[in-house]
């Protein structure tokens, strides 16, 4: 069979883009050698329906080992009892824990996608949207901070069944505790997605969401340094409250009703080699290489929001506690397309982003979020951060130069070319 050049000539100018590039997408990060060969395995040949030991297939002996691995791995990483690792992606987790929690039309109280939420979190143009009853609760306008007040608030007028926490463009911590009291007295499940900040948590960096939220959702790919995909974990199993029982009369406890959510509620066959690359991740995560890097990760984060102060940006909150920042462009009289744009011909890669009362429109914007986490694993320390913000800066205020946009191009390049893309 002939070789597929014209396929595998893009895959290698994407391995360019890639080094050559300073990559500060919030939710992409560089994975480990290793990850990528699993990705890449025979695995990817097997059908595996079903849960290990339960399969609908013959032959699955070996990939029920990898499964049980990943879910081991990922059980010890957060110190939780229960995990399934079959989640295509983090929407397709969530989807499973709507199906397993909700019925058509029930109640979702999510973050606001306009204040840094995510589509799956009760969007109209997504399914949570479309198929269940949705209210929003944001930041405060002065402070930028989640306001739980206007949380609890709607919460006890509304009586959700579901209320979501957790964020795709917020740079402060969770109160989940507060979150649990609002929860406990409205009569809601509690779903925390954690896609953005897992690995801080799992390091210890930031707080746990896992005692006081039912139900927890990631990603594997963003700060956990896995192959893109999702889990649904918990750390304590518990009754589901409609007393859906089994054939013999039993209550079915949460964990079963989000098995059957997954498949064959919304999934066919997993990805058994994303699985194997996934279980690699996690143990990687679990060494103590990892919570070096993530502190890595913090440091340089809290370094570029106060060098963007510094020089007149406006970051949403006023800095940083994980990974990521979200910053406001209209003081600089320009908006979050037109700064993606420039940036990208200066081969320093963002996205535009909604900030919280956005005077334009999601295809617009009038911000950037930017995210430390895929820098740091490329090898970027403190030191070299500031450089990092000029240049940004360097386009910013010259957008339309063409010429200082191939200048500053050509000084990335010169920066990110001789560093790996995964120096841990």
Same mark, same amino acid.
């Given at each position: ?17 890639? @080094? ?52 081991? +791995? ?47 979190? $009760? ?17 405060? @306008? ?36 507060? #979150?649990? %009291? ?11 997605? #954690? ?52 054939? @013999? ?42 919570? #070096? ?5 913090? %440091?340089?984060?809290? %370094? ?27 003081? %600089? ?6 700064? =993606? ?37 490329? $090898? ?5 951060? =500031? ?6 800066? +360097? ?30």
């Amino acid at each position: 069979m002939a070789r597929d050049t014209e396929i595998f000539d893009l895959i290698q100018k994407e391995n360019k883009r890639q @080094k050559e590039g300073i990559e500060l997408i919030a939710s992409e990060n560089f994975v480990s050698e290793q990850v990528m060969e699993a990705m890449g395995s025979v695995l990817t040949n097997k059908y595996a329906e079903g849960l290990p030991g339960k399969r609908y297939y013959g032959g699955c002996e070996i990939v029920d080992q990898v499964e049980n691995l990943a879910i081991e +791995r990922l059980k010890k990483l957060f110190n939780i009892t229960w995990a399934n690792v079959q989640p295509h992606a983090g929407s397709q987790a969530n989807y499973a824990v709507t199906l397993a929690c909700l019925q058509p039309g029930d109640k979702i109280l999510g973050f606001d996608l306009s204040h840094g939420g995510h589509l799956t979190h $009760g969007s109209p143009v997504n399914f949570s949207g479309k198929r269940f009853t949705n209210f929003f609760y944001g930041v405060n @306008k002065e402070t930028g901070l989640v306001d739980y007040d206007q949380m609890e608030e709607i919460a006890m007028r509304e009586k959700p069944q579901l209320i979501i926490c957790g964020a795709s463009a917020y740079s402060r911590d969770w109160d989940y505790e507060r #979150i649990r %009291k609002i929860a406990d007295a409205c009569g809601a499940i509690i779903l925390a997605d #954690i896609s953005h900040p897992a690995g801080l948590i799992a390091a210890g960096l930031l707080n746990d969401p896992f005692d006081h939220c039912h139900i927890v959702t990631t990603t594997t790919h963003k700060t956990l340094r896995g192959p893109r995909g999702g889990v649904i974990m918990m750390r304590h199993d518990f009754d589901n409250p409609w007393g859906i029982t089994t054939k @013999k009369g039993t209550v079915r406890k949460m964990s079963s009703l989000l098995d059957s959510a997954v498949f064959p509620g919304s999934q066919g066959g997993p990805l058994e080699h994303v699985i194997a690359a996934k279980a690699v991740a996690f143990e990687e995560a679990n060494a103590p290489e990892f919570k #070096i890097y993530m502190e890595q990760v913090v %440091k340089n984060a809290k %370094k570029m929001a106060a060098a963007f102060v510094e020089k007149g940006y406006q970051i949403i909150s006023g800095g940083t506690e994980n990974h990521s920042m979200l910053i406001d462009l209209r003081s %600089k009289g320009l908006t979050g397309k037109d700064a =993606e744009n420039a940036l990208v011909a200066a081969d320093i890669t963002v996205n535009k982003n909604m900030v919280p009362f956005d005077t334009e429109s999601p295809f617009v914007t009038s911000g950037i979020r930017i995210g430390t986490a895929a820098i740091t694993t490329r $090898g970027i320390k403190e030191n070299q951060i =500031e450089t990092i913000v000029d240049l940004i800066d +360097r386009v910013l205020m010259n957008k339309d130069n063409e010429a200082e946009l191939t200048a500053v191009k050509k000084e990335v390049n010169q920066l990110m070319s001789d560093l790996p893309l995964f120096a841990w």
